[in-house]
């Protein structure tokens, strides 16, 4: 089968790159500085963009309403959070993107917790084994029916001691989750180790 993308609608490339593009690592971004409520959302298209300085980038598709909370928050506020989930917490991030008004917080739905940043005003989710208090470097927009590219410098890390070993993170401990088309989502499988490439 042969598709040609020039044929196709917003919606309809949408459902080709979400399942051409997989697995995808996911930010579960805490935004929002008191007295605003703590917003917490998951964002699929996320990658690291730079490695030194840091810095990590994800894309915040718009709703038929308008822009997310998230968007509005990390630039009136400049920074926010980007936390990795366990895949003990897969029902608690699948729920934390449903839509809710900007008076409301998913941390104060989903009975979550909390903990603050050391760096930044804006907390980090507590639970989690990864956290990355971020600065905002820059937004860009690729197209006006895409969604807006969020680029930020990681300022801080935190790491739960567990899934620390020998100066590493150990992936294996982390148990990252991956998102998948739909409402779909995958765990760490096996792990495949094989010697470095010389030069590589």
Request: proline fraction near 9%.
């Amino acid at each position: 089968m042969f598709i040609d993308a020039g044929t196709l609608d917003p919606a309809g490339t949408y459902r080709l790159l979400v399942g051409s593009v997989v697995p995808r690592p996911i930010a579960w971004v805490t935004s929002g500085i008191s007295p605003r409520p703590v917003n917490l959302a998951p964002f699929s298209s996320f990658a690291w963009v730079s490695q030194h300085p840091a810095m990590l980038g994800f894309t915040i598709n718009r709703r038929p309403t308008g822009r997310k909370d998230t968007i509005r928050n990390i630039e009136e506020d400049g920074e926010y959070v980007v936390n990795i989930a366990g895949d003990a917490m897969l029902n608690d991030l699948h729920a934390s993107s449903q839509w809710h008004g900007p008076d409301v917080s998913e941390i104060d739905v989903l009975g979550l917790d909390l903990l603050p940043s050391t760096i930044i005003s804006v907390p980090r989710l507590a639970g989690v084994p990864i956290s990355m208090e971020c600065v905002h470097h820059q937004t860009i927009q690729f197209s006006p029916t895409g969604g807006e590219f969020v680029v930020g410098r990681v300022v801080g890390w935190h790491i739960a001691d567990e899934v620390m070993v020998d100066g590493r993170i150990d992936t294996e401990l982390v148990r990252p989750l991956g998102r998948l088309a739909g409402p779909r989502y995958s765990r760490l499988g096996e792990v495949t180790e094989l010697p470095p490439v010389p030069g590589g």
